[in-house]
């Protein structure tokens, strides 16, 4: 409060100017009837005024003459088109004055009860010495008027809670509450939000100001301001060599700025590494992998990479009457000769029964997923086909769709004869392998080396 000033004028009501059980006033007390139109009184100089907003207030009543004598009525409505009680302010002594407020039939409480009344002075008269002149003037009735405890205060300031600057992550929540005693509204800028809640827009990084204005019926205001830095968020992308076979390893990676990392995801799978690896993954890690990244300023990014680990083909094999069967259906196939390592031309099915004695196994691919089966030994009855003969040759696959390989010694002569011993192809080996085509009906025909005893059965099908 700056000053409370008790009211100069000719006379300050008494007890017996309202009735028996009235208490008197301290400031103006005047009776306006048809012989008293007016009545004023002036402060003496109040001042130097602060620099912020002061605010004028002080108490008025306004009653019907007899009202005093029963309080419980007799109020008055004070609506007369001239009725009013007017303020003003003189910076000189009371030379010239301006008017500041008015009370009149369109602000006047329409009650025999004291009503306070402000007036907004703002910083218009800040450092200088004011008085100030009140006047009431009536058209019509028989009233008193009464003014009593004066005031000059300042506005008083408005607060913001939480009250200190914040510093934000990115898309963080944040709220914050003005409160000033008296505001009837607020204004925060930038947003123009008039609600004495805001919610701090924290989507785009960078340094912000907010200032909320709190606003009284009388005009005056208060102001205050935070300073809000958003920080941006970490970057982040994420990614995997998803989809892997079983068996093969899963591969994760994190890319960002941050200075800590988290992985987490199926089986318990945890790492503080950027790019982890899983060794020797099965289907039960399939999955979401999720990673949060924590930065300097304890901002955190969070993504997810799905990873798919497809099964591997069932290359468990089984042996009946020298045919090699694998368990896997519904896959691609090639059968290879254990002892070379090499692939056989044409072994292609789910199938394969050797032509000579060794140890064979097969690679089985099946949707991506590629695996081996173990190695399987083969003996086959002498006489049929022996690697260690040095006049060993041999046919594969067979029986065939007159696609196969012959394997002999360079020079060899071989003669392909159907069941009647008409002569079909005549071969001559030019080096110790080669790839044989003849396009004949399916059925059994016979190969045999022209210089030697040995002849084999070939079985042609579709």
């Known amino acids: 409060m700056i000053a409370d000033y008790q009211l100069l004028n000719i006379r300050k009501c008494q007890s017996q100017d309202h009735g028996a059980g009235n208490p008197p006033t301290q400031g103006l007390c005047a009776n306006l009837w048809s012989s008293n139109s007016s009545s004023w009184f002036v402060t003496p100089p109040i001042g130097p005024l602060p620099s912020n907003n002061v605010e ?9 003459y007899s009202g005093y004598a029963n309080p419980g009525g007799n109020k008055t409505p004070y609506a007369g088109t001239n009725d009013s009680i007017n303020i003003f302010v003189s910076t000189n002594c009371g030379t010239t004055w301006t008017m500041v407020g008015s009370i ?5 409480v329409d009650t025999n009860a004291f009503t306070m009344f402000s007036i907004c002075l703002g910083d218009m008269y800040a450092g200088q010495n004011i008085r100030l002149r009140f006047e009431a003037k009536r058209t019509t ?29 990115q898309n963080q929540p944040l709220s914050v509450t003005a ?30 100001v907010y200032t909320v204005q709190a606003t009284k019926a009388n005009g005056c205001f208060s102001k205050d301001s935070i300073s809000v830095i958003v920080n941006a968020l970490p970057s982040l992308t994420v990614s995997s060599n998803s989809p892997v076979c079983e068996g093969d390893g899963i ?8 200075t800590n990392v988290m992985w987490t995801g199926p089986q318990g799978f945890s790492s503080n590494m950027s790019s982890p690896a899983i060794g020797n993954a099965n289907v039960n890690m399939s999955g979401y992998y999720v990673v949060t990244v924590t930065d300097s300023n304890n901002c955190q990014s969070k993504d997810s990479v799905m990873v798919t680990v497809k099964p591997a083909p069932d290359v468990t094999t089984t042996v009946n009457n020298n045919t090699i069967t694998v368990a896997q259906t519904g896959a691609t196939y090639q059968w290879i000769n254990c002892n070379t390592l090499t692939p056989i031309t044409g072994a292609t099915a789910q199938s394969y029964t050797p032509v000579a004695s060794g140890q064979y196994a097969v690679v089985v691919t099946l949707n991506g997923c590629t695996d081996t089966s173990a190695c399987v030994t083969i003996t086959l009855p002498s006489g049929i086909a022996d690697l260690t003969n040095e006049n060993y ?42 790839e044989i085509h003849i396009n004949v009906p399916q059925g059994v025909y016979f190969i045999k080396e022209v210089n030697g005893y040995r002849v084999e059965k070939l079985v042609i099908h579709e």
């Open 179 to 208: 409160n000033m005693p008296g505001a009837v509204s607020y204004q925060w800028t930038p947003g123009n939000i008039n609600t004495p809640v805001f919610n701090v827009n924290t989507s785009n990084p960078g340094n912000y």
């Open 104 to 108: 009149n039939g369109s602000n006047h």
């Open 251 to 258: 591969m994760l990676n994190a890319s960002t700025n941050a």
């Open 56 to 64: 004028l207030g002080f108490l008025y009543r306004i009653v019907n």
């Open 393 to 434: 040759w041999s046919i594969a696959p067979n029986p065939n769709n007159g696609n196969f390989v012959l394997k002999a010694k360079e020079g060899d002569v071989f003669h392909i004869m159907d069941m009647s011993g008409k002569l079909i192809e005549f071969i001559v080996m030019h080096q110790g392998v080669k």
């Open 141 to 169: 009735g028989d009233y008193w008027i009464d003014i009593d405890s004066l005031q000059l205060y300042s506005t008083p300031a408005v607060s913001i809670t939480p009250s200190t600057n914040f510093a934000v992550c």
